[in-house]
């Protein structure tokens, strides 16, 4: 079976963000990239699934040359050879337009990606990729399952859970439950040195949005206690001063 | 309590590593978070060496990380070794002692002083920790100053026996393998391999300590060993035999003290801006900015001299002497910042909440083995006085 995981490079998780003068891009001095977590499990149940019924793991990413570490980090974790799509991703169309270009030219049996990347969280790729290459998709996957050919996946779903029964190719979004990411050791790391990295040019294409402008959630308000005894004051609050009932 | 640890880089140093070597650190500081940082209090309250650890610090590469792939070693730079050591240490300095023992003390004598039927039947297994190893050169009344030991060995043929007993030995209660220096008769230091099991051979724990707890430590005794002549490490004689593994592993430890450092640091900057007094957080008085700001600024001084240090040991130029500079400096500002980072945390710092006491005790051990704060000093006097203050 031949996997391919999509991969983001984002800022770490603790990353103190702040953006340039004009507010349009992220001051990314000092700033540490990882491998988005969703896409790190998706990774890791892609190896899972190779290491149990064979076949291999190539991983893709939109980004420019400062994204390779990343790559490497992912075939440190495992996967056997990896693709840079050379270009800046912009928005979630233009991305996705360059990995199912990708995919049409080199099929894969399954496509795994995190359920969001933790920088824009859009959560839109997957499903776009899907729609460009006329194959199934399901967005946020609890567990993930290949048998016989077949998929047979577990998403979430108001309230509870749904578990569906899929033929490959197909495209699935990560969450949580699906694996539990690996932390690459010394081995993996040397190996990495040497698995192929293929640069390929990207496909020119539309995009539809473009940035006006970031800007910080306000700080938290410090925090207001009501005594148990008195609920109409919290009422009272609510409906007063934060207008939300 | 969650580990928050974000490593400070004030100088960003990242930027003199190469992927590679920041990979290996991100790699070793995301182990430590998942598997020390929730069970080494416990550990060390206990007084108890997390044992289930070493299947998994020989899986990052913990053991052997520069030594040759062919023998099980990671293959890797010595930058990337000392980084692995300071994330190990920011997790507790007995687990890091574990692995400069394992690494620099057992693997490397074997791999630089041993025959090639010696690599081959130890390296490979020490390296994924089927093996854990100690190294016996201190005795009860010989520690700054080795070349006295008593332990001696006399030649009986096709096996010598040794007789003699080690003090203060890490990884000693559950070795399986000691690499040891002892005397022949003509009084020349040489280096044996020991292996659980060889009769006379016995290694009692040390109880009762303050430092280190969550590291195991004791004796090595030897009563009439016999021990196989193939045993005995053919490729060195002297003293420069223990001295050369003692430089591997003291620059371990000068990346090491850096870890410690930075954990402390990190710890007390985050209490100094969440604690409340007199209206405002701690942070925010002169007194605690003081101490914050010589941390910061001594342990970016600690960064760059392991990352110069580092690299002269990858192109083979680092000196003796240059190594024990590190080790001096970083140890003690190591645990300076330990005592000035418990004042920060009031009395919360006397608690197992925060990990400043475990550091600053553990600490107290790293600052006298390997070469004692004040031997190191000597050193540094000797190499640029060229006169010996030793005897």
């Given at each position: 079976?031949k996997?391919?995981?999509?991969?983001?490079?984002?800022?770490?998780?603790?990353?103190k963000?702040?953006?340039t003068?004009?507010n349009?891009s992220?001051?990314?001095?000092?700033?540490?990239?990882?491998?988005n977590?969703?896409?790190?499990?998706?990774?890791?149940?892609a190896l899972?699934?190779t290491e149990?019924?064979?076949?291999?793991?190539?991983v893709?990413?939109?980004?420019e040359?400062?994204?390779?570490p990343?790559?490497?980090?992912a075939?440190?974790?495992?996967?056997?050879?990896?693709v840079?799509?050379?270009?800046?991703?912009?928005?979630?169309?233009?991305?996705?337009t360059?990995i199912?270009?990708?995919?049409?030219?080199t099929?894969?049996?399954?496509?795994?990606?995190?359920?969001?990347?933790?920088?824009?969280?859009?959560g839109?790729?997957p499903?776009?990729?899907?729609?460009?290459?006329?194959?199934?998709?399901v967005?946020?996957?609890?567990?993930?399952?290949?048998e016989?050919?077949?998929a047979?996946?577990?998403r979430?779903?108001?309230?509870?859970?749904?578990?569906?029964e899929?033929?490959?190719?197909?495209?699935a979004?990560c969450?949580?439950?699906?694996?539990?990411?690996?932390?690459?050791?010394m081995?993996?790391?040397?190996?990495?040195?040497?698995?192929p990295?293929?640069?390929?040019?990207?496909?020119?294409?539309?995009?539809f949005?473009?940035?006006?402008g970031?800007d910080k959630?306000?700080p938290r308000s410090?925090?207001k206690?009501?005594?148990?005894?008195e609920?109409?004051?919290?009422?009272?609050l609510?409906h007063?001063?934060?207008?939300v009932? | 309590?969650?580990d928050?640890?974000?490593?400070p880089?004030?100088?960003?140093i990242?930027?003199?590593?190469?992927?590679?070597?920041?990979?290996?650190?991100n790699?070793?500081?995301?182990?430590v978070?998942?598997?020390?940082?929730?069970?080494?209090?416990?550990?060390?309250?206990?007084?108890e060496?997390?044992?289930?650890?070493?299947?998994?610090?020989?899986?990052?590469?913990?053991?052997?990380?520069?030594?040759?792939q062919?023998?099980g070693?990671?293959g890797?730079?010595?930058?990337s070794?000392?980084?692995?050591?300071?994330?190990?240490?920011?997790?507790?300095s007995?687990?890091?002692?574990t692995?400069?023992?394992?690494?620099?003390?057992?693997?490397?004598?074997?791999?630089?002083?041993?025959?090639e039927?010696?690599r081959?039947?130890y390296?490979p297994?020490?390296?994924t920790?089927e093996?854990?190893?100690?190294?016996g050169?201190?005795e009860?009344?010989?520690g700054?100053?080795p070349?006295g030991?008593?332990?001696?060995?006399?030649?009986?043929?096709?096996?010598v026996?040794?007789n003699?007993?080690?003090?203060?030995?890490?990884n000693?209660?559950?070795?399986?393998?000691?690499?040891?220096?002892?005397?022949?008769?003509?009084?020349?230091?040489?280096?044996?391999?020991l292996?659980r099991g060889?009769?006379?051979?016995?290694?009692?724990?040390?109880?009762?300590?303050?430092?280190?707890?969550a590291?195991?430590?004791?004796?090595?005794?030897?009563?009439?060993v016999k021990v196989?002549k193939?045993?005995?490490?053919?490729?060195?004689?002297g003293l420069k035999?223990?001295l050369?593994?003692?430089?591997?592993?003291?620059?371990?430890?000068s990346?090491g003290?850096?870890?410690?450092?930075?954990?402390?640091?990190d710890s007390?900057?985050?209490?100094?801006k969440?604690r409340?007094?007199?209206?405002?957080?701690?942070?925010?008085?002169?007194?605690?900015?003081?101490k914050?700001?010589?941390?910061?600024?001594?342990?970016?001084?600690?960064q760059?001299?392991?990352?110069?240090?580092?690299?002269?040991?990858?192109?083979?130029?680092?000196?003796?002497?240059?190594?024990?500079?590190?080790?001096?400096?970083n140890?003690?500002m190591?645990?300076e910042?330990?005592r000035?980072?418990?004042?920060i945390?009031?009395?919360?710092?006397?608690t197992?909440?925060?990990?400043?006491?475990?550091?600053?005790?553990n600490?107290e051990?790293?600052i006298?083995?390997?070469?004692?704060?004040d031997?190191?000093?000597l050193?540094?006097?000797?190499?640029?006085t060229?006169?010996?203050?030793?005897?």
């Open positions: 079976m996997i391919l995981v999509c991969i983001s490079h984002v800022p770490d998780t603790t990353t963000i702040n953006f003068p004009d349009k992220l001051i990314t001095q000092g700033v540490q990239f990882i491998i977590p969703y896409d790190e499990i998706a990774l890791t149940r899972e699934l149990k019924s064979g076949g291999s793991v190539t893709i990413n939109v980004g040359a400062t994204t390779e990343t790559l490497r980090k075939l440190a974790i495992g996967a056997a050879d990896a840079r799509i050379n270009a800046q991703p912009r928005e979630a169309f233009f991305v996705a360059q199912a270009e990708y995919i049409k030219k099929p894969y049996d399954l496509i795994l990606c995190g359920r969001e990347s933790i920088d824009f969280n859009s839109t790729v499903s776009m990729v899907a729609e460009m290459l006329g194959i199934p998709s967005a946020i996957s609890k567990t993930i399952q290949v016989n050919g077949k047979v996946i577990e979430e779903i108001e309230g509870g859970k749904e578990v569906i899929c033929a490959l190719p197909l495209i979004g969450s949580e439950s699906v694996a539990e990411p690996r932390i690459p050791n081995r993996g790391i040397m190996s990495a040195r040497t698995k990295l293929v640069v390929v040019e990207p496909v020119q294409t539309e995009t949005t473009k940035v006006a970031y959630p306000a410090s925090v206690l009501v005594d148990a005894a609920p109409g004051k919290l009422l009272e609510l007063t001063e934060k207008k009932i | 309590m969650t928050r640890f974000t490593a880089d004030y100088y960003w990242d930027e003199l590593l190469t992927e590679e070597q920041k990979l290996v650190r790699s070793v500081r995301e182990w978070k998942k598997e020390i940082s929730p069970i080494i209090e416990q550990a060390a309250q206990k007084a060496f997390p044992k289930h650890l070493i299947k998994g610090l020989a899986h990052i590469g913990a053991f052997g990380p520069y030594l040759p062919q023998y070693g990671g890797l730079d010595q930058v070794y000392g980084l692995i050591m300071q994330e190990l240490e920011r997790g507790d007995g687990i890091r002692s692995a400069s023992v394992q690494s620099s003390l057992v693997m490397y004598p074997i791999y630089t002083y041993g025959s039927g010696q081959k039947k390296l297994k020490l390296a920790g093996w854990m190893g100690c190294f050169l201190t009860p009344d010989f700054s100053n070349s030991m008593l332990s001696n060995f006399k030649d009986k043929g096709d096996h026996i040794l003699g007993s080690k003090m203060w030995i890490s000693a209660p559950f070795a399986d393998v000691a690499v040891v220096w002892a005397k022949d008769e003509k009084g020349e230091i040489n280096g044996l391999i292996e060889m009769k006379g051979f016995t290694t009692p724990e040390t109880h009762g300590k303050w430092s280190l707890r590291s195991a430590t004791g004796e090595l005794v030897f009563d009439n196989p193939e045993n005995i490490f053919p490729n060195v004689k035999g223990p050369g593994c003692l430089n591997s592993a003291r620059y371990g430890i990346w003290a850096v870890g410690a450092a930075m954990d402390c640091y007390a900057l985050r209490y100094s969440e409340i007094q007199f209206g405002k957080p701690i942070g925010a008085f002169q007194l605690t900015q003081k914050l700001a010589e941390m910061i600024t001594e342990i970016t001084k600690a760059l001299l392991c990352w110069r240090l580092g690299v002269l040991k990858n192109e083979n130029r680092a000196t003796p002497a240059q190594i024990s500079l590190a080790k001096r400096n140890v003690n190591a645990l910042i330990a000035e980072a418990r004042q945390h009031g009395g919360m710092g006397i197992g909440e925060y990990p400043i006491m475990r550091h600053m005790m600490l051990s790293v006298t083995y390997e070469g004692t704060h031997i190191h000093l050193i540094t006097g000797m190499d640029v060229g006169i010996s203050a030793f005897e």
